[in-house]
């Protein structure tokens, strides 16, 4: 079974094994398991590619000017075909500013299952906490938190808005 099974762990075969009427104590199934060879589940890039059409990711930067006034820029990049999907550029941003930055990116039938983002607190506090008007159940945020991935139910809307550039 471990051989034919490669990501069962021994609690699993244990179980399997008791469902066949046979008694036999996890311990022991530990100790006859074939050791496994590599990583038993893929790694980030393998992800990245398998399910890049998928994923979607946003940032907001800042930019001076020649008089040196402060701007703040959004892009919305799709990662499958590498196209950007948005951009804009505001001098005073808002949470509702981002959420229509959002919604405009994706319309309703364009909403990536995954949306990468920074943890910068850029996005205001509703961002973060999928309690804003423009929640949805489809998207799964993933912020970027100093070179690992949390991913949880995060929120990212839908609009029949069309997408444009600055």
């Known amino acids: 079974m471990s051989l034919e099974n490669p990501l069962w762990g021994a609690p699993r075969i244990h179980g399997e094994l008791l469902m066949l009427g046979y008694r036999v104590a996890q311990s022991t199934v530990s ?4 050791p496994r060879r590599g990583r038993p589940s893929q790694s980030w890039a393998t992800f990245l590619r398998n399910h890049a059409d998928a994923i979607a990711a946003i940032d907001m930067f800042t930019v001076r000017t020649l008089g040196f006034k402060r701007l703040y820029g959004f892009v919305a990049l799709g ?27 994706f319309p309703w039938d364009t909403a990536p299952e995954f949306l990468v983002r920074d943890n910068d ?11 804003a008007p423009w929640a949805s159940a489809t998207a799964r945020s993933c912020p970027i938190r100093r070179g690992r991935t949390a991913m949880w139910n995060g929120s990212l809307a839908r609009s029949a808005a069309t997408n444009s550039t600055i």
Do not use: K, N
């Open 31 to 34: 100790r006859y398991m074939v």
């Open 79 to 105: 990662l499958g075909r590498r196209v950007v999907l948005r951009t804009d550029v505001a001098d005073h941003p808002t949470a509702l500013w981002l959420a229509r930055q959002i919604t405009e990116a």
């Open 121 to 131: 607190g850029a996005s205001g506090w509703r961002f973060a906490g999928g309690c």
